[in-house]
Nanobody, 127 residues
Framework: QVQLVESGGGSVQAGGSLRLSCTASGYTFRCPMGWFRQVPGKEREEVAT????????SYTDSVTGRFTISLDNAKTTLYLQMDSLSPQDTGVYYC?????????????????????WGQGTQVTVSS
């Protein structure tokens, strides 16, 4: 059973920083993972993603240059470093991972959608 657990959320003033962490049990970091956020009344938004094999990253335009998604060297923890936070970054942040369908020594077949989600961590930025 896969379980993702986020931590590191909290309340900060505009211009401040937070680092979110996501640890996983029952999951091997072979497939793309990402951070999403949601505010009441809006759809969940993809914030940043990372490919566990190539370590290529992508960001939504509003966070480019301010947020950094990364993995630890052991590939057991996913991070989201958030700098220069603004009130528009307020929301519940979720860690997500795509499922691993098959794998070999150097290859992996991953699902096309994010199958596993954490419970979310609240980030509140005040002006």
């Amino acid at each position: 059973q896969v379980q993702l657990v986020e931590s590191g959320g909290g309340s900060v003033q505009a211009g401040g920083s937070l680092r979110l962490s996501c640890t996983a049990s029952g999951y091997t970091f072979r497939c793309p993972m990402g951070w999403f956020r949601q505010v009441p009344g809006k759809e969940r938004e993809e914030v940043a993603t990372i490919d566990n094999d190539t370590i290529m990253t992508s960001y939504t335009d509003s966070v480019t240059g301010r947020f950094t998604i990364s993995l630890d060297n052991a590939k057991t923890t996913l991070y989201l470093q958030m700098d220069s936070l603004s009130p528009q970054d307020t929301g519940v942040y979720y860690c997500a991972a795509r499922g691993l369908s098959a794998s070999g020594g150097t290859w992996a077949v991953c699902s096309s959608s994010y199958e596993y989600w954490g419970q979310g961590t609240q980030v509140t930025v005040s002006s």
